[in-house]
């Protein structure tokens, strides 16, 4: 009898055991599916930057994109990973310092310094990478975005992250000893979009306005021809059907029991753009009497996806039409003070991104639901809800993500500022005077990007970029093949 009870209990063990590798197979491979749907995120973005900027930057824009991908993926695993994940603990939870290479030896439970965990968070850092490109758009040479991207994928994103993510981070609410109320900030509010908005206003400042953009008064112009607007409402349809994995990817990383929380997100994250939407298209024939542009609504319906990020997993769907709504005021103004201080970002990078990030991170401690997410991932969840939802401690978690949101508004622009100054005084900044007459594509590749009624041009355009004076012979219209 004693012998048949052995067996059984060996037998329940090694079933168990093969429960649990199931189990943890099975989070790895939907840790990389959600990653391979975020990376959708840079056809997105590519679409929409493309459509966005004339024709002839078109290659440019392209080659960027590339280049992002390429670039952020190398430093990401050499050692962008090791800042963000790696052990703080010796800095005080400021940076990591191990796993540089993926060259620690991985714990098939640990999902959080695992290969898919690398390569879900490299989606992330290619994401706030990418960002950029389009607020610079049309005037700045390739070598100085390869440069920002280096310094994206190591010293930006990586370092913001193991601050908030990290479970060695001094504010992180993975860490039980976080040096202050842990900050809420589930997909990057913070940590992609405020780092990536900021990245932005500062490269803009730096890099100038585009030629034409402002007249001899130096007051901003009508907005410059956009090539596609499909190209622009393509790409927003494809950021919207990436962001539900984007905000319910870290549901995934934190282990999340709760059956309806997936769903929850997915509804918030849908409630908050088509509300922001909805605020931006009433305000536009409601101040300007007329119907915005297809590609400005896109920037309003990607607004409220920008707001749902900091509390997807915390804030209940009906929240959303509040904090969406207000979403889509917050890109108008801010768009409309860029042009006031004559900043030039051609997608309106720094709306979207920068004030709507803001926003999201000071709305997630203020509407935060305590009943939604109670797993051990999520260790705030439980600790407290929001300022409006009837916590005595939603000031404190309020405080710390205002905390945060300054500290990386201030780290950015402390790391931004001088490479952007550096680049600017060896000249390697801005394109040439003759690529922004004739366009990138013209001067600096083999042609324009599409071959059909451009032809004709083509061979005039090469020699005029040959012959002309870089002050005489050269034509002063926008550029537009």
Known sequence: MKDSNYVEMEEFKLWKSHVQS????????????AASVVILMQLGFTFLEVGSVRVQFTKSILMKNMVDMIISAIMYF???????????????????????????NQNASDIHHSSAGWVYHWSYCATAATIVAGAIAERTQLVAYGVYSIIGST????????WIWSPTGWASALNPNSLIAP????????????????????ACFFVGPRQHRLDRKGNFVKDLPKQNQSFIVFGMFVLWFSWYAFNAGPAILAAASNESLMGNIAAYTTICAASSGATYLALSVGLRKKLPEPGDLCNGILAGLVCSTSGCSVIKPYFGIVIGSLGGVIVMVVSK????????????AV?????????????APLFAETVLNTDEGFKYAYKSCGVFTGCSEGWKYLGSNVLLTLLTIIYVTAIVTPTCFILRQCKILRIKVESERHG?????FEGPAYNNDMKSRRSKLFNDVKLASPRIGMPHGDGAC
């Open 22 to 33: 199931q189990e943890l197979y099975l989070k790895h491979y939907q840790l990389v599916c």
């Open 78 to 104: 050499a050692v962008g990973f090791g800042f963000a994940f790696g052990d703080g603990s010796s800095s005080g939870g400021l940076i990591g310092s191990t796993n540089f290479f993926l060259s620690s």
């Open 155 to 162: 010293l930006l994103y990586p370092v913001i992250t193991h």
């Open 183 to 202: 900050v809420l900030d589930d997909a990057g509010g913070i940590a992609v979009h405020t780092c990536a908005g900021m990245c932005s206003i500062v």
């Open 337 to 348: 003070l860029m042009r006031r201080f004559r900043i030039d970002d051609v997608v309106d």
């Open 351 to 363: 709306a979207v991104h920068l004030g709507c990030g803001v926003w999201s991170a000071l709305s």
């Open 440 to 444: 990138v594509d013209i001067v600096e």
